[in-house]
């Protein structure tokens, strides 16, 4: 089976750097999503890592290590409206299917 | 482009009634999936359907079912609703490749089983 888990909650000040965690376990997947879903609003794609490493966009960077079963979604110079859910999820090679974790819910305090 | 929508945005039922929402993706995406979101829980997948075909379906009963139409919209259904079907039922879309990377996300159905 496929399973993601992520922190539940994260709290951070406005203009810090924050990760945000999430491990699996999966016998096989193509790679490792992040999405970002504000109260009330549709997930939204953020990054996407094929490969182990980094990959910027922005203010957020996202990290896969395929041989530690680990990736995190780092977000930089936090901003209020950064106050969201974000959302890890895989792709399993298994089947048409992707699994998504429970979500971690960031609070950016001023 | 138009983005993913979903109709309808708010549902009030009774237990026992059914439900059948609907969900129509960006234009030119062949695959759609669904998600049940309950506080806490996360997005836990249903079914995914390409080409009118289902290509996978998650762990609910047989209560919950769905189909795809040639033009690529796609509608679920929940017969005998339970109290427990109360959530935000969410569809996306995509190009429908194997490895899907980006989906797209519809605002989603807000179902209140009373």
């Known amino acids: 089976g496929q399973s993601l888990e992520q922190p539940s909650e994260v709290t951070a000040v406005e203009g810090a750097i924050v990760q945000i965690n999430c491990t699996y376990q999966t016998s096989g997947f193509y790679g490792l999503s992040w999405y970002q879903q504000h109260d009330g609003g549709a997930p939204t794609f953020l990054s996407y890592n094929a490969l182990d490493g980094l990959e910027e966009t922005g203010r957020f960077s996202s990290f896969l290590s395929r041989s530690d079963s680990y990736g995190y979604l780092l977000l930089q110079e936090l901003q209020m409206k950064d106050s969201a859910s974000y959302f890890c999820?895989?792709?399993?090679?298994?089947?048409?299917?992707?699994?998504f974790g429970a979500g971690t819910r960031l609070f950016v305090k001023a | 482009k138009a983005g993913v929508t979903q109709t309808p945005r708010y549902l009030i039922k009774t237990r026992g009634q059914q439900v059948t929402l609907s969900c129509s993706p960006i234009s030119g995406h062949r695959s759609v999936s669904w998600y049940q979101q309950t506080p806490g829980q996360g997005l836990q997948f249903l079914f995914e359907?390409?080409?009118?075909?289902?290509?996978n379906k998650g762990n609910f009963p047989g209560r919950f079912s769905g189909r795809q139409f040639s033009n690529s919209r796609s509608e679920m259904n929940v017969s005998t609703l339970e109290l427990g079907d109360s959530a935000l039922y969410l569809c996306?879309?995509?190009?429908?490749?194997?490895?899907?990377?980006?989906?797209?996300f519809g605002q989603g159905t807000r179902l209140t089983v009373v």
């Open positions: 359907y390409f080409s009118e075909t289902q290509r």
């Open positions: 996306a879309s995509s190009l429908g490749g194997l490895m899907n990377t980006e989906a797209f």
């Open positions: 999820a895989v792709r399993g090679t298994g089947g048409f299917k992707t699994i």
